[in-house]
């Protein structure tokens, strides 16, 4: 199953975790409690998007009117997915990589093809979502690097868990974070603070789910610990973007 079929409003949480990893009373906690802050913005983001936009943003990618049928919860709403057409298509990224894939995979290999080609790869913790998701690219004649990896527990101190993702393209262009889910905890996507480094001058990174309170936490971490980065807070669609551009 992929986000091209129509799936539950939470993201699955049947991941294989290596490592040992326990989830403590405080992180129990800190979802609670961040459930209970967000509810309003989970309530919102149910919705993915305008029709319209979708429209024009599959016409924009020449893809048939079908091909991304169900957007919004913990899938890809329309704002994203514009954010990451309009940044491929203006600076032409050559490495992508990507945690999280779904109809942002789609939508950046597409993307890729209309910019004169790049390397995408792309990191998911369930196989079958990535087996599923390599044959929705084959049938719009498009390929990616899919690779299934576990989690793991977070490094550098970060909570929560990690993709287990191993060895990374050198130099990269556009980092996308849309995963792992904040079930496991508020702050589990800052652990992709640990790749900004990998990033090449001029390059970006783009953190979903950017309006949250648990990510407006990573960011502000992020600035800290990177002042390399300039720092911004997308608010279209209906999660808001964090996005990141390295000086060159």
Known sequence: MTTREATGILARADAIITGDYVRGLSDRLAVAAFGAIQWPWLAKSLRGGRRADK???LA????????????????????LLTLLVDHVLERRPKVVVEFGMGASTLVLARALDLAGGGMLTSFDQHADFVDATGRWLADHALAADLRAVPLAPSPHGWPGLWYDHGPLPCGIDLLVVDG???????FTRGAAETLLGRIAPGG??????????GERMIARRWRQ????????????????????????
């Not at 792992?180 to 508020?186: E, F, G, L, S």
């Not at 610990?225 to 390295?246: A, Q, S, V, Y």
Request: glycine fraction near 10%.
């Open 225 to 248: 610990l990177h002042p390399e980065f300039d720092f911004t807070l997308d608010t279209r669609g209906t999660k808001g973007t964090l996005i990141g551009l390295k000086r060159a």
């Open 180 to 186: 792992p889910p904040w079930t496991i905890h508020p």
């Open 204 to 213: 970006a990174v783009m953190l979903d789910d950017g309006a949250r309170p």
């Open 55 to 57: 429209r024009d943003l």
């Open 60 to 79: 924009r990618l020449d893809l048939p009117q079908d091909a991304l049928p169900h957007l919004g919860s913990w899938k890809a709403d329309v704002g």
